[in-house]
């Protein structure tokens, strides 16, 4: 009997790549299945109009990072299509920015095909079969994927072209609808036939040129024929007696998550839940703000700046700033897979919370990658024309004797440090099991503010509120990210904060 083991963002997605190994596929055409099919699935937590990383775990390689994220477009222009929006998380309200000026150069297609090229070993005729039949054929969205549709009604109703896909009899399309994407079809079976020439060189480049002359965007043919798929060396740290590999510069979530634990490495973090843990896990949380104002935003696109995490002097110096305050007291999807073979894959994709404009003729949603205030920490349109945009996606995997034991990413924006660390530590210290692993409750700190989960939001209540702001959710939220993870044990575990999915697959 041969296992696999995936958790995906959805159940539907999933079954895309379950289907993928149960024909022989490897992890890596299960991987491309899942991107494949998650648009339809998960509509709005990602897109082939936004952008991504996959971190590979070949067995018997060094892991690496596939880099397909958005660029900043160098095009300027006077008054671009660019307008707020307010999403109600019901305990907190976040703001973004859309329409067709926050769309950023996209990668996915791009980075899909350069792993098909890299790692898969089926036809990608085959690869796309999942998603093409949910496209033409249509599926039924799961309450929860359409619960997240109305959370961001005012986007995905801004336009006429995301109406006739989303609406339907008047309202947001509900689990009762069949929902289908004809164009989408249409533009996989080009795409197995043509590669992502289609997508950066021919007629679609002429669609996202034309319609961003039209409604006042940045991106035109020269930008998407520019645009390369970059292949990077992890950041690699030892915590306790494990290799980890993250997401290097210039993504910044790797390096904070990185930092976070290499603070907490030599701390007794007592029981789970416990006082002591948790003023420790917001301490590290507030030093790696610190270290992160100081030492990384103004650097992410420095050569090497990942060897900060090896400056000893420095990270004392840090440490010491964290005692001293202890003695005080992100719309995204993410799937991991693991092969019959022990080959990981870990990827993380977002389309923010989308532009609204969907590129004519093909079914796909332009990103808001310019309108994500996390992601423009200096102020919208600062960035230097051309680079990549700096991401807190931190798709990572933890090894011991160069074999997988965790293989986990998580949606979330600014919360995917947060959420990837505290897991790292579940799973690692306190020997959860990988789904209460996840499961358990969060904290996050962020403008000085704690934000918590229950029940840890109540022994500590009276101390915190005498050193930050509290806001405390009534239950575990999707605010919080959304893990995706997977063991080198074949065990699984998926957010339930988003509806997400995991399956050990025996065939």
């Known amino acids: 009997m041969n296992l696999g083991v995936i958790s995906a963002g959805d159940k539907q997605t999933l079954k895309a790549g379950e289907w993928i190994l149960k024909i022989g596929g490897n992890a890596y055409d299960a991987m491309l299945a899942c991107m494949l099919a998650a648009p339809i699935c998960e509509p709005i937590f990602t897109s082939l109009g936004g952008g991504g990383f996959m971190l590979s775990a070949k067995q018997g390689d060094k892991p690496k990072i596939y880099d397909f994220f958005v660029n900043v477009p160098s095009s300027k222009i006077a008054n671009p299509e660019f307008f707020p929006i307010e999403v109600d998380f019901k305990t907190t309200i976040q703001e973004f920015h859309i329409g067709c000026g926050a769309a950023a150069v996209p990668g996915m297609v791009k980075g899909i095909w350069k792993i098909y090229e890299d790692l898969a070993s089926l036809p990608f005729e085959t690869i796309v079969q999942p998603a093409l039949k ?11 994927q359409a619960d997240f549709i109305k959370l961001l009604k005012p986007i995905f109703t801004s336009t006429k072209s995301s109406k006739n896909l989303y609406v339907k009899d008047g309202n947001l399309i509900e689990p009762s609808h069949l929902f289908t994407n004809y164009e989408y079809g249409d533009f996989l079976k080009e795409f197995a036939k043509k590669g992502s020439d289609l997508f950066y060189n021919g007629e679609i ?49 790797g390096i904070l998550t990185a930092f976070s634990l290499l603070l907490l490495n030599d701390e007794d973090l007592g029981e789970f839940g416990s006082k002591d843990y948790l003023k420790k896990l917001i301490e590290s949380q507030e030093i790696t703000t610190l270290f992160r104002s100081k030492h990384i935003n103004e650097f992410l696109h420095k050569n090497g700046l990942e060897n900060i995490l090896k400056d000893d002097v420095l990270l004392q110096t840090f440490k010491k700033d964290f005692h001293s305050r202890l003695n005080l007291w992100g719309n995204t999807t993410h799937i991991s ?7 990981g894959a870990s990827t993380t994709t977002t389309n923010g919370e989308a532009c609204g404009h969907l590129i004519p ?52 924006s600014n919360r995917i440090r947060s959420a990837i660390m505290q897991v790292i530590i579940n799973h690692l210290n306190f020997k959860m099991p990988i789904q209460e692993a996840i499961s358990a409750p969060r904290v996050h700190f962020e403008k000085n503010t704690i934000f918590t989960e229950p029940p840890l939001n109540i022994e500590l209540n009276n101390e915190l509120k005498k050193l930050y702001e509290v806001k405390k959710f009534d239950n575990l939220n999707l605010f919080f990210g959304g893990v995706q993870a997977v063991t080198g044990d074949y065990e699984a575990g998926a957010d339930p904060r988003r509806g997400a999915y995991s399956k050990v697959i025996k065939f």
């Open 134 to 144: 949910y496209a033409t054929k249509g599926i039924h969205l799961s309450p929860i």
């Open 205 to 253: 480049a002429n669609n996202i040129e034309n319609m961003c002359i039209k409604h006042n965007g940045l991106l035109d043919k020269s930008e998407l024929e520019n645009y390369q798929v970059k292949i990077r060396e992890p950041i690699n740290l030892k915590y306790k007696d494990y290799d980890i590999f993250t997401n290097p510069p210039p993504s910044s979530g």
């Open 337 to 343: 897979i693991i092969d019959k073979y022990g080959n």
């Open 361 to 412: 003729e093909c079914g796909i949603m332009l990103n808001n990658m310019l309108g994500e205030e996390d992601l423009n920490p200096h102020g919208f349109f600062k960035w230097k024309s051309g680079i990549r945009l700096p991401s807190m996606m931190a798709p990572t995997v933890v090894q011991k004797d160069k074999k997988i034991s965790l293989l986990l990413g998580s949606a979330g």
